[in-house]
């Protein structure tokens, strides 16, 4: 997973609230199991309306209960691989924010009168070790749980996470009794 820090760049306005999974990637794109190539059906039935068009932005703006609805992995994989790395909203649906921040998507919670404001801005500075979203109307601060932020500044998914603990594992392998053949080297 990438490190983050700073985010900067357009901002591109989804103003809808209440945006579910179903809609961030309609279930006949999940069939799967890589994380690229979903960008091009992220948000696939409204994509066909008359006048739709949203830019390709590290941000995207949106309203609140972004991400509700189930619980698909895909949802952030497809905003991802779209080109988005930020998302700022009033809220989130709790395991669609969790999703974000397993794979290096910042999810980024603001008052509702902030996102409008950013919306209108069109450019902003996201910087996760300061926690401070920047834009004409100023600097917002916002909260983030220590851990997740110390995860997503130094890259760290799951898998990075428990290697942290390589040489614990290395250690309990090595003093473990063993009856049997070994099934792993190093």
Same mark, same amino acid.
């Given at each position: ?71 698909? =992995?895909? *949802?952030?994989?497809? !905003? +991802? ?5 930020? &998302? ?6 709790? @395991? ?50 220590? =851990?997740? *932020?110390?995860?997503? !500044? +130094? ?5 990075? &996470? ?6 614990? @594992? ?17």
């Amino acid at each position: 997973m990438k490190a983050i820090n700073i985010i900067e760049g357009g901002v591109s306005v989804l103003a809808r609230s209440d945006v579910d999974t179903d809609q961030i990637i309609p279930k006949q794109f999940l069939k799967r199991v890589e994380r690229t190539g979903f960008g091009e059906f992220l948000f696939y039935d409204w994509a066909k309306e008359p006048g739709w068009h949203l830019p390709v932005n590290p941000i995207l703006a949106t309203g609140a209960n972004f991400g509700s609805g189930s619980s698909r =992995e895909h *949802a952030p994989w497809a !905003l +991802e691989d779209y080109g988005f790395q930020a &998302i700022v909203a009033p809220s989130f649906a709790d @395991i669609f924010y969790s999703n974000c921040t397993k794979i290096g998507l910042l999810p980024v919670v603001l008052p509702e009168d902030q996102v409008k404001a950013l919306m209108e801005a069109g450019e902003a500075e996201i910087n996760l070790q300061e926690q401070t979203v920047t834009f004409a109307g100023g600097v917002v601060p916002f909260d983030i749980d220590p =851990e997740i *932020a110390r995860r997503l !500044l +130094e890259g760290l998914d799951d898998i990075g &996470i428990t290697l942290e603990q390589q040489h614990l @594992i290395d250690a309990y392998e090595a003093e473990r009794e063993r009856s049997g053949p070994v099934t792993t080297s190093l």
